[in-house]
């Protein structure tokens, strides 16, 4: 599998976590190198999340996490893992598959909401 389908279920693991804490077999279509890169983003997941929830907040001019639709907030947490600790793809990859997730699975205003985020988080290092 790409990595966009690859991060696509990762995108989603991390968003059904908010409904659900099992774990399930989504992927099971999934490669070793795909399987592999998915781990990464989950592992930092489960090893930062609140570390991440902070950073994420002192991002937010006008909002909390808690307002943010729980699709645009799984969406940050994903590009923000990507961004601050796999860094393995180029940042502008990374926010543009993030906006693509979020046009896909979100809100009209979702991706330009996004984009400003992630824009912030790269202007920052």
Do not use: C, W
């Amino acid at each position: 599998m790409k990595r966009t389908e690859m991060r696509e279920l990762a995108f989603k693991t991390i968003y059904s976590k908010f409904f659900n804490p099992t774990e399930e077999d989504i992927f099971a279509n999934a490669d070793e190198k795909g399987l592999e890169f998915t781990s990464k983003i989950l592992n930092n997941f489960a090893e930062h999340y609140q570390e991440i929830n902070e950073f994420l907040s002192s991002k937010l001019k006008g909002y909390t996490l808690e307002r943010i639709y729980k699709v645009d907030l799984a969406i940050l947490i994903l590009a923000t893992i990507e961004l601050k600790y796999i860094k393995e793809n180029p940042k502008e990859v990374v926010i543009n598959e993030a906006v693509e997730l979020a046009k896909k699975y979100s809100t009209d205003k979702s991706p330009k909401f996004i984009n400003g985020i992630l824009a912030d988080i790269v202007k920052e290092k």
